[in-house]
């Protein structure tokens, strides 16, 4: 059949519409993993349920599209190290399992962190019983994977938004130096393992230089550092690309490597720019600040889609310096993001969705790699 000029139009119009609204992924396309296999690693976060393998074709979805893992939670200290005379390595086991049974680059987060921590290492006072329980936690668990855990976050998250140290158990207990025994006993561990300081919003300028000037201090001091790990918890507008081009220039001009270890692009308004406390704000509220509760808008996710685009062309241009990129999840029901820092929201900002469907931000970070062909 003959189509007349007007049906032949229509007809065409129909079918760009429909592929730009369901993007369905064409068998034979290269995967993320794929594209990037000579820039960086593509890696992603994994919940407990993940690393159990409790869902077949959520298996198969991290293979395919990534090479790197990283515990989303499982190696926290309060779950390896959940009493002073107690380890705890069920989980960590089946995770590290999972990563050579898949071929992964294999992260370990995180040996120092005040969050997630175990009780009892928040009661210590003082600094010999600080570096005891620090000798025993960094050595035993790094020992215990030595040679199968690729990098490890050493240190996370010590600095204050003004670049001065965090008031932590580690630091009162012990003071400024506990960042150089964590390296050096984690590089005595296991010599090979790449060490790593991991921080968010090392894009802002005051904590960006006070990152700069502990990560000298510790080279200073005969520590082994092999890179830093941007988190990357960024939204559509900020920081600027500028500011993010900034960071990788000022951490690899250590002679240090750059990560991006837990990225996400949150499409949601903050808290904090909601200013007075009306209370008849309240309601009106709650929906101003989960404003997309069953879809995304189409000019939402096409921003999403530029952001990242924008983002990983700027990785690109530094991919010399950049080890590894990270998304803090698989898909967007994962995501943290959907309950911090408001809990019972409906997010949006990794590259797959609910569905485990690749998003156009997916499609467009595929594409900036294809186009470069
Ligand atoms: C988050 C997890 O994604 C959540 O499931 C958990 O409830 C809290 O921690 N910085 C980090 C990550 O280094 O470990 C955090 O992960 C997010 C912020």
């Given at each position: 059949m003959k189509l007349t000029k007007p049906l032949f139009i229509l007809v065409t119009v129909l079918a760009i519409s429909s592929c730009t609204k369901i993007y369905k992924k064409p068998e034979t396309a290269v995967t993320i993993k794929e594209a990037y296999k000579e820039n960086f690693y593509i890696g992603t976060a994994l919940s407990q349920s993940q690393i159990e393998e409790k869902d077949p074709m959520v298996t198969a979805l991290i293979s395919k599209e990534f090479n790197s893992i990283t515990p989303e939670n499982i190696m926290k200290s309060m779950f390896t190290h959940p009493e002073q005379d107690r380890f705890d390595f069920k989980l960590s086991d089946k995770y590290v399992a999972f990563g050579e049974k898949h071929n992964m680059f294999i992260h370990g987060h995180t040996l120092i962190w005040h969050s997630q921590l175990a009780p009892w290492m928040a009661q210590i006072k003082d600094s010999t019983a600080m570096a005891d329980m620090m000798t025993n936690h960094i050595t035993t668990i790094v020992s215990k994977y030595k040679g199968r855990i690729n990098s490890w976050d050493v240190v996370n998250e010590a600095l204050n938004e003004d670049g001065t140290l965090r008031k932590s158990v580690f630091l009162n207990s012990?003071?400024?130096?506990?960042?150089?025994?964590?390296?050096?006993?984690?590089?005595?561990?296991?010599?090979?393992?790449?060490?790593?300081?991991?921080?968010?919003?090392?894009?802002?300028?005051?904590?960006?230089?006070?990152?700069?000037?502990?990560?000298?201090?510790?080279?200073?001091?005969?520590?082994?550092?092999?890179?830093?790990?941007?988190?990357?918890?960024?939204?559509?507008?900020?920081?600027?690309?500028?500011?993010?081009?900034?960071?990788?220039?000022?951490?690899?001009?250590?002679?240090?490597?750059?990560?991006?270890?837990?990225?996400?692009?949150?499409?949601?308004?903050?808290?904090?720019?909601?200013?007075?406390?009306?209370?008849?704000?309240?309601?009106?509220?709650?929906?101003?600040?989960?404003?997309?509760?069953?879809?995304?808008?189409?000019?939402?996710?096409?921003?999403?889609?530029?952001?990242?685009?924008?983002?990983?062309?700027?990785?690109?241009?530094?991919?010399?310096?950049?080890?590894?990129?990270?998304?803090?999840?698989?898909?967007?029901?994962?995501?943290?993001?959907?309950?911090?820092?408001?809990?019972?929201?409906?997010?949006?900002?990794?590259?797959?969705?609910?569905?485990?469907?690749?998003?156009?931000?997916?499609?467009?970070?595929?594409?900036?790699?294809?186009?470069?062909?």
């Open positions: 012990y003071g400024k130096d506990f960042l150089t025994l964590a390296f050096k006993l984690a590089a005595k561990a296991d010599p090979k393992t790449d060490l790593y300081y991991n921080d968010y919003n090392l894009c802002n300028a005051k904590k960006r230089k006070g990152a700069v000037d502990m990560i000298k201090n510790l080279q200073k001091n005969g520590a082994k550092i092999d890179g830093v790990g941007e988190q990357g918890h960024w939204n559509l507008t900020s920081p600027s690309l500028d500011e993010i081009e900034q960071t990788i220039l000022d951490f690899s001009a250590l002679g240090i490597k750059v990560a991006f270890t837990e990225l996400d692009i949150t499409v949601l308004p903050s808290p904090w720019d909601v200013v007075g406390a009306d209370v008849n704000q309240k309601s009106e509220a709650n929906e101003k600040m989960n404003p997309y509760p069953k879809v995304l808008p189409d000019s939402v996710q096409q921003q999403l889609a530029a952001r990242y685009e924008a983002i990983f062309k700027l990785f690109l241009k530094h991919q010399d310096k950049i080890s590894r990129v990270t998304l803090w999840g698989v898909n967007d029901g994962q995501s943290w993001l959907n309950d911090w820092p408001i809990r019972g929201r409906t997010n949006y900002p990794l590259l797959f969705d609910r569905e485990f469907k690749p998003k156009e931000a997916y499609t467009s970070v595929l594409k900036l790699k294809e186009a470069k062909k």
